[in-house]
């Protein structure tokens, strides 16, 4: 397993195993959030027969990618890959449920049990659409400051899945408060709930709500949620990943007029012995 | 057969996609929608599209689409 040196030496691996043939991947890249791992040192590559692993190092634990050309040369380079591992290792596998109950299957003879399933909703509007009348302005919701970044990164670390849910680090949240992605609403020092969301164009990801356990049932998520689509007016489609035992919050999106879309993402997990 | 842009169309409807020069940058597909959309331009033309040409720039905009499928002797 070695260092990865930069994006550029990472997607010539890529085109090395994409050559010929078919792909099978949960390899998506966004080049800036590679180069930022790339620069923190914890992206790591290897190759077994024609099968590209790339590994991320999160905390106290690794996720792995995978390319490669068919099912059956994964699950040889990954009989490959596990004793070289000695730490707890995440994957998800993505896709329409057939699909990835398929790749699933591959990771069990390597060591790796379901851990959860999130599932992929989506909210869409079109140009012609009537837009909702706009909500009265709210001063308390307001977009975080560079100097939430600790507070916030705590609070997720308390409240989420780490194997789970990709949980944003100390940095990312100071970065994400610094370029206006986050919308919170304060009580005294504390924040008593947020709003983590990205915009692409026309296309938003909801990555994070939360409300702090001692600020529930106040209407702090309504009212960052209503923020969160006044401010994004251009947007069509809206997205999130929800754990698929999370009734409530399921219930909740869809509420606002998100539907589950299809798209599943399983994660898996392989535990050292 | 389906154009292409009814290939986008059925996709993702919410968008018009003859008003962007870059799909992906326009967040009209994202990485999960470029694999739909090559099954469906493999199904729709009877072709396959080798993972090699699974790249975001040759399904950026209709001309990377249609110069793809002329690659696989497809005139859309």
């Not at chain 1, 591959?106 to 869409?124: D, K, N, Q, S």
């Not at chain 1, 939430?148 to 899945?161: F, I, S, Y």
């Not at chain 1, 949980?167 to 020092?189: F, N």
Request: glycine share 6%; with cysteine; hydrophobic share 40%.
């Amino acid at each position: 397993m070695n260092q990865v040196p930069s994006v550029a030496a990472l997607y010539e691996q890529m085109a090395r195993t994409r050559r010929a043939g078919p792909l099978v991947t949960n390899f998506y890249p966004v080049p800036a959030k590679l180069q930022r791992s790339i620069e923190r040192g914890e992206l790591f590559s290897t190759t077994a027969g024609d099968v590209l692993f790339v590994l991320r190092r999160d905390r106290d634990f690794l996720h792995l990618s995978f390319v490669a050309g068919t099912a059956e040369e994964l699950a040889a380079a990954l009989r490959e890959l596990v004793p070289s591992v000695a730490e707890t290792v995440t994957v998800d596998v993505l896709g329409p449920r057939e699909r990835v109950a398929e790749l699933a299957e591959l990771f069990a003879p390597a060591g790796f049990r379901g851990h959860c399933e999130l599932h992929r909703m989506t909210r869409t509007t079109r140009q012609e659409d009537t837009p909702p009348p706009p909500a009265p302005p709210d001063p308390e919701v307001v977009f975080a400051s560079r100097d939430d970044g600790p507070a916030l990164a705590a609070m997720l670390e308390t409240a989420l899945d780490r194997h789970g849910e990709q949980i944003p680090d100390e940095d990312e949240m100071t970065r994400a408060a610094a370029d206006r992605k986050i919308l919170i609403v304060r009580s005294g020092p504390a924040i008593a709930g947020l709003l983590f969301f990205e915009v692409t164009g026309q296309s938003s990801l909801l990555r994070h709500w939360l409300v702090a356990p001692t600020h529930r049932d106040q209407r702090i998520g309504a009212r960052l949620m209503r923020r969160y689509f006044a401010d994004c007016k251009d947007v069509r489609r809206f997205l999130l990943w929800v754990i698929s035992e999370n009734h409530n919050a399921i219930d909740r999106y869809r509420h606002y007029g998100y539907a589950q879309d299809g798209l599943i993402d399983q994660v898996l997990i392989r535990r050292p012995s | 057969m389906k154009t292409v842009q009814e290939v986008l169309k059925g996709i993702r409807p919410e968008f018009d996609f003859t008003t962007s020069e870059d799909f992906i940058a326009d967040g009209m597909l994202d990485s999960f929608d470029v694999i739909t959309l090559i099954s469906e331009l493999d199904q729709n033309y009877g072709i396959s599209i080798v993972g090699a040409d699974i790249l975001p720039e040759n399904v950026r905009n209709l001309e990377a689409i249609e110069k793809l499928l002329h690659k696989y002797g497809i005139e859309p």
